[in-house]
């Protein structure tokens, strides 16, 4: 039986790799050994272990089920994202979580996997702050989240071809255990190989809407976000070419010339009651340090639900952007009335950067100058830039 459950999982594990790409990259950092102390499937980021007999009664299908379930466990993150969270409701968020992007995706659900279209969309954290009571319910593996490495070897029926696998796909971790520091550096070569097999599948056009999104909230830009707030205003101020006539003082030749009358940006803050004033500060004053490079005049908004009726706020390049004394806010949240200030204004800004935890309601079409939008949090945007506030 164990030969013919490894058999299963070779095969399942290649057909991944061919017919769902970006799953079947993520599995093959996981080799699978099988172990005597297993109910089912289990995995700790390093390897895939299984009960040779669950796997015998698992059609094809479940067993490529299986094995990716077992992946996005690991490139989700959820072994090292659970940290004070009780251990089963933490434990039956993820299988949600996890199970749901399956089957979305049109894969076989095995009997008995936990699978709720109500938590469509939402992470394992959304999922566990809402979720109801499930009397009975069992998450479809073991979940040896934090186990350290030596707890899986050494296991009697493991076979020589698992081990010439895992020697191919070693990462250099799999020695290290689970201690305090080397569970970081395990969570960010998963988020690398997330990252990787996203970018694979779709440039090949083979990555889902449903893992696109998720690969997206959770594989942020390496760089720290004030580098990518300055990369943003940099290319929007960019010095642009002009072919207008020069002067008849000048070269009778018609020569693109540097143009750059500053830069004009709208600053819109979130003052819904979500995002601490030290937070808001921080994010003003890196503003503030980098308008002087690029001569940015800046028209500064807060918003909640409405527009705060203090403002707006002006300052040239030359003025220390400050934060009024007291931002009204605390209610609910809605981006509209930025948008709508700045058409009713008649004049186009060459940018406009929001400061905001994306949760509240976006304007349904995306505007005709450059958004970014700096995000405390895991949540989305429609359109526009996206850097998140790591």
């Known amino acids: 039986m164990s030969e013919e459950a ?49 796997i015998a009664a ?8 299986v094995l990716a379930h077992e992946a996005l466990h690991c490139a989700l993150g959820h072994l090292h994202r659970g940290r004070h969270r009780a251990r089963r409701r933490w434990d039956l968020a993820c299988d949600l979580a996890v199970n749901q992007l399956l089957a979305d995706d049109g894969m076989a659900t095995p009997r008995g996997a936990l699978v709720d279209p109500r938590y469509r969309g939402m992470s394992a954290e959304e999922i566990y702050a809402v979720l109801e009571d499930v009397p009975g319910g069992e998450t479809l593996d073991e979940h040896r989240f934090g186990a350290p490495a030596d707890a899986w070897r050494h296991d009697p029926q493991a076979g020589a071809g698992d081990e010439a696998f895992a020697a191919v796909h070693r990462d250099g971790l799999d ?17 690398d190989r997330l990252a990787a097999a996203a970018h694979e599948a779709a440039a090949a056009g083979r990555l889902g809407a449903a893992f696109a999104a998720c690969a997206g909230r959770l594989v942020q830009p390496r760089l720290p976000w004030r580098a990518l707030l300055a990369r943003f205003l940099m290319a929007v101020a960019r010095d642009d070419y002009s072919f207008e006539r020069p002067s008849r003082r000048a070269a009778h030749a018609l020569l693109p010339g540097l143009r750059s009358a500053g830069v004009d940006l709208v600053l819109a803050l979130d003052t819904s009651g979500s995002i601490a004033p030290q937070a808001l500060r921080e994010f003003a004053d890196e503003v503030d340090r980098l308008k002087g490079q690029i001569h940015a005049r800046i028209t500064l908004l807060a918003c909640d639900e409405a527009l705060a009726p203090e403002g707006p706020w002006r300052f040239e390049a030359w003025e220390r952007l400050e934060l009024p004394a007291a931002l009204a806010g605390g209610g609910g949240t809605r981006f509209t009335p930025v948008f709508d200030w700045v058409d009713a204004r008649g004049a186009r800004p060459d940018a406009l950067v929001y400061f905001t935890d994306a949760q509240g309601e976006f304007p349904p079409r995306e505007p005709a100058y450059p958004v970014l939008w700096v995000v405390k949090g895991g949540a989305p945007v429609p359109w526009g830039e996206r850097v998140q506030l790591n």
């Open 6 to 54: 490894a058999r299963k999982l070779a095969a399942a594990r290649a057909r991944l790799a061919l017919d769902r790409p970006f799953l079947g990259a993520l599995c093959l950092h996981l080799p699978a050994r099988p172990h005597s102390g297993v109910r089912t499937i289990a995995t700790d980021a390093r390897a895939i272990h299984y009960n040779p007999a669950f």
């Open 175 to 191: 020695e290290l255990g689970a201690g305090a520091g080397r569970g970081d550096a395990l969570q960010a070569r998963w988020q």
């Open 58 to 65: 698992l059609s094809f299908a479940e067993t490529q089920f």
